[in-house]
């Protein structure tokens, strides 16, 4: 999806330019940051730390020597043009892909060799761009699939403890339902997932995410194709879970979302950063309305 | 009467002892989508370690060994899960069409095995004197057709009830969702692999306990009883009862071995003498039209798949809990 011209004005119409965070501004080529696990924002520490990650499908480079950090608590949106390498981002730090070179850490612990399982139980999860629901099975079980740790996803715990079995999916069935109230879906709790609309997908792809009780939640365009009246409702749960201290890393074309949720920005172009600052001061930046509306830069 | 109460006990031994089998490629396909071909393959390897281990010791193989028909059992259960971890290990990652064209290799190579490896299998001859239980009433066959369906029926009441309990868990809930969209499922921190090869595993391990119960109650063995038309009439008896339901894995066993049992008596009395070999193809051809029309008329089997896993899911009533936090879970601090 092309973000469109009218969109970056009406952000810059929204809010007060600044001048974006870029390379030259901060004198380096690098994103800001602090440094041994703090973050330059503020005192939180360091949630999530990419360091010149990179990664080629045959001779295309998808992401190049790319880095961002995030603090812990921040919302950060990560946007660029169609083919910028977000979503490989996405990958590379939820451990669908592994990347030819550099650095992912979460929570300080290096991760970019570990599988996307493990990088979940140290308190990772995602949401995909196309949502993925379990079409087969109900809406309650697509949240209850989530939860991490569970004695009965192991063959001898099924068999020697049925009763923390039963005692845990309890828990896991109220905590689903409690996610579903919170996001309007208790009511397809028993429905399979197959006759969810769009937006009902997002809000499920959503839920199942914080099921696994995350740290850190990457979401991939959870506002596309979500008609405004939904979209509204998408940001408010969105800033209320970030109230509750989880870090989260958008992938947004919707500007309304970028600049109501996210403190910082990080643009990418053709696999590399390209700027980073508030929404509002990289709208202003010509390098990014370059990206997006002239082409993405060699 | 008395022939076919006989006969009825004879057919309902066979057809259960196959829904043991079909209990477990439901494991391996109907709950974890694992396109198994070579379920002959650990059908043999069930029925050839329980033979040797149990057989009386034969001149010209090695073996046997005379143990408890209960010990032939609970080895063919091992040596079935355990090979079909080895072989899972190695092709876990294989997709679909691979991994049906690997397993299908294996189902092979084990026929062919038992084919040549005279000096343990009796190769072509095939293995005999595999004791038979309550041999001692051999001589009524009714009583002794009757105890052994027991038997059977038992066993296979067993297995289902801890495959229902498994798979009816959050166990089978993960291998549901990795049925439904592997990278979604990993996304969520399961690990595919290992759920992928435990289903793998547990679905080996009752194919081989449902060809050991078939070796003790026919008594004999031989390498052409694992051909791969086996693995077909396995396949279309959890299609026709409806995969993903372990019910359906023994109703579609009882009425496909019907089907078969039926049409091998019509072809017997219609065909000429000299015909029947040739007649007995018409058995495949019925067998797949019947295929056709279950999934032509009833996609989902005779019994369908249940739209919830869980069995606790299912009974689940929500109570009131306060205090927690909705997104992350924790307690609220207290102010």
């Given amino acids: 999806m092309q973000m469109a011209r009218s969109g970056w004005r009406e952000v810059e119409r929204a809010v007060s330019g600044t001048p974006a965070t870029s390379p030259q501004s901060n004198g380096s080529d690098r994103p800001s940051g602090g440094v041994s696990g703090r973050s330059a924002h503020g005192q939180a520490p360091v949630a999530l730390e990419v360091r010149d990650a990179g990664i080629a499908f045959g001779g295309v480079k998808a992401v190049d020597a790319m880095s961002l950090r995030v603090a812990t608590g921040e919302v950060i949106g990560l946007i660029g043009p169609n083919g ?67 004695a009965g996803e192991s ?78 409702f998408i940001i408010d749960r969105i800033a209320a879970i970030n109230a509750e201290g989880i870090t989260i890393l958008l992938i947004e074309h919707n500007i309304e979302m970028i600049a109501r949720l996210c403190t910082r920005v990080v643009v990418m172009a053709a696999g590399r950063w390209l700027a980073e600052g508030r929404p509002e001061a990289v709208t202003a930046d010509p390098r990014v309305v370059e990206a997006y509306l002239g082409g993405a830069p060699a | 009467m008395i022939d076919l109460v006989g006969y009825g006990a004879f057919f309902l031994t066979i057809a259960l002892s196959y829904a043991i089998i079909a209990l477990g490629l439901n494991v391996q396909w109907g709950q974890t989508g694992l396109f198994n ?68 290799g294996f189902a092979v190579t084990v026929q062919l095995a038992a084919l040549n490896l005279e000096s343990l299998t009796g190769g072509p001859f095939g293995m005999s004197f595999i004791p038979r239980p309550f041999a001692s009433a051999a001589g009524d066959p009714v009583r002794f057709g009757l105890l052994n369906l027991g038997l059977v029926a038992l066993v296979l009441l067993v297995a289902y009830f801890v495959v229902e309990h498994l798979t009816a868990s959050p166990w089978g809930r993960v291998l549901r969702a990795i049925r439904e969209d592997e990278p979604a499922a990993v996304s969520l921190g399961k690990s595919a692999a290992r759920f992928r090869l435990q289903a793998f595993a547990v679905g080996g391990a009752l194919m081989a306990l449902g ?65 029947q070999a040739r007649g007995a193809s018409l058995q495949i051809v019925l067998i797949g039209v019947a295929l056709c029309v279950i999934l032509l008329l009833r996609p989902r089997g005779l019994i369908g798949e249940r739209r919830t896993v869980s069995r606790h899911v299912a009974g689940a009533r929500r109570g009131e809990r306060s205090g927690t936090m909705v997104a992350t879970g924790r307690e609220t601090p207290t102010p």
């Avoid at chain 1, 650095?103 to 599988?115: L, P």
């Avoid at chain 1, 761009?129 to 109900?138: E, L, N, V």
């Avoid at chain 2, 995969?243 to 008596?265: H, K, P, T, Y």
């Fill in chain 2, 37 to 104: 071909v070579g379920v002959a393959g650990f059908v043999a390897i069930g029925a050839y370690v329980s033979g040797l281990l149990t057989t009386p010791d034969a001149t010209g193989r090695i073996g046997g060994f005379g143990l408890p028909i209960l010990v032939g059992w609970l080895a063919a259960i091992l040596a079935g899960a355990l090979l079909a971890y080895a072989v899972g290990w190695l092709t876990i990652r294989l997709r679909a069409d691979y991994l049906a064209i690997t397993t299908f």
């Fill in chain 1, 155 to 232: 063959l001898l715990g099924n068999l020697l403890a049925p009763g923390r079995v039963r005692r845990e999916e309890r828990a896991a069935i109220e905590r689903a339902h409690e996610l579903l109230d919170f996001l309007q879906l208790s009511r397809l709790a028993g429905e399979e997932a197959r006759v969810l609309s769009g937006g009902q997908r997002k809000l499920l792809e959503l839920g199942r995410a914080l099921m696994a009780k995350p740290r850190i939640v990457l979401l991939d365009e959870p506002a596309a194709g979500v008609n405004p009246a939904l979209l509204d």
């Fill in chain 1, 84 to 150: 910028a390498g977000k979503t490989t981002m996405f990958n590379l730090i939820a451990g669908t892909l592994q990347p030819d070179s550099g650095a992912i850490s979460i929570g300080g612990a290096r991760v970019e060799r570990e599988t996307a399982a493990r990088r979940t139980s140290r308190g990772l999860a995602r949401t995909f761009q196309i949502p993925r629901p379990f079409a087969g099975m109900t809406v309650l079980e697509n949240m209850l699939t989530a939860v991490q740790g569970q």
């Fill in chain 2, 211 to 275: 060809g050991a119960v078939q070796a003790h109650f026919i008594g004999f063995i031989a390498p052409d009883n694992y051909l791969p038309l086996l693995t077909f009439q396995v396949w279309t008896m959890l299609i026709v009862g409806g995969s993903g339901n372990n019910r359906g894995a023994i109703a579609g066993s009882v009425v496909v071995w019907a089907l078969w049992a039926v049409s091998a008596s019509v072809i017997g009395q219609v065909m000429p003498a000299g015909e």
